[in-house]
T-cell receptor, first 113, second 113 residues
Framework: DAGVIQSPRHEVTEMGQEVTLRCKPI?????LFWYRQTMMRGLELLIY????????DSGMPEDRFSAKMPNASFSTLKIQPSEPRDSAVYFC???????????FGQGTRLTVV | GESVGLHLPTLSVQEGDNSIINCAYS??????FIWYKQESGKGPQFIID?????DKRQGQRVTVLLNKTVKHLSLQIAATQPGDSAVYFC????????????FGGGTRVLVKP
């Protein structure tokens, strides 16, 4: 398996634009997590899914953020409109059912100017 | 390059010495405590976990200790090697919250040759 695949690796966008981050989890994993990593806040859990269903989105900072998982092999995190304070590295991770080991993607470095 | 330029506590250790990384947690209801390693430009990687009803678990060159009385977790790395230079995060998994996986603040380990 190629592991968790995130795209794009880098994204630079202007304030106010819509940004969509994509994630392909490891096949067979039941859980998918979205994290944001910043200097100030460290590694924050934004939202996670179990069997494509959102379980907890309490970490989503604002209504500008939304996440979907239309099927077991794909998830998106969307920011609309984007703001400079959204600049961060966004990680997607997946884990098998009941497991404590989450497998992380390489991350997407987002810069909003 | 750096992951996100995190301002983290730093542990400098001489190659060959043992390292001890500490973490304080807050959620007494967590079922598992986990250590992750993050190398520059990569996503976090699972190292070892410990169930909440245990106080010690050993892996290859690593030992995790759990003290529930004072809510303290530590990771000991034996014979630290240059490849151990990274940022280390403790994390908590809570089954009752739907396998929620949350991360602590992180410690940077620098191995001096």
């Amino acid at each position: 398996d190629a592991g968790v695949i995130q795209s794009p690796r880098h994204e630079v966008t202007e304030m106010g634009q819509e940004v969509t981050l994509r994630c392909k989890p490891i096949s067979g994993h039941d859980y998918l997590f979205w994290y944001r990593q910043t200097m100030m806040r460290g590694l924050e859990l934004l939202i996670y899914f179990n069997n494509n269903v959102p379980i907890d989105d309490s970490g989503m900072p604002e209504d500008r953020f939304s996440a979907k998982m239309p099927n077991a092999s794909f998830s998106t995190l969307k920011i609309q409109p984007s703001e400079p304070r959204d600049s961060a590295v966004y990680f997607c991770a997946s884990s098998p059912r009941g497991g404590t080991e989450a497998f992380f993607g390489q991350g997407t470095r987002l810069t909003v100017v | 390059g750096e992951s996100v330029g995190l301002h983290l506590p730093t542990l400098s250790v001489q190659e060959g010495d043992n390292s001890i990384i500490n973490c304080a947690y807050s959620n007494s209801a967590s079922d598992y405590f986990i250590w992750y390693k993050q190398e520059s430009g990569k996503g976090p990687q699972f190292i070892i976990d410990i169930r909440s009803n245990m106080d010690k678990r050993q892996g290859q060159r690593v030992t995790v200790l759990l003290n529930k009385t004072v809510k303290h977790l530590s990771l000991q790395i034996a014979a630290t090697q240059p490849g151990d230079s990274a940022v280390y995060f403790c994390a908590e998994n809570t089954k009752a919250a739907g396998n929620k996986l949350t991360f602590g603040g992180g410690t940077r380990v620098l191995v001096k040759p």
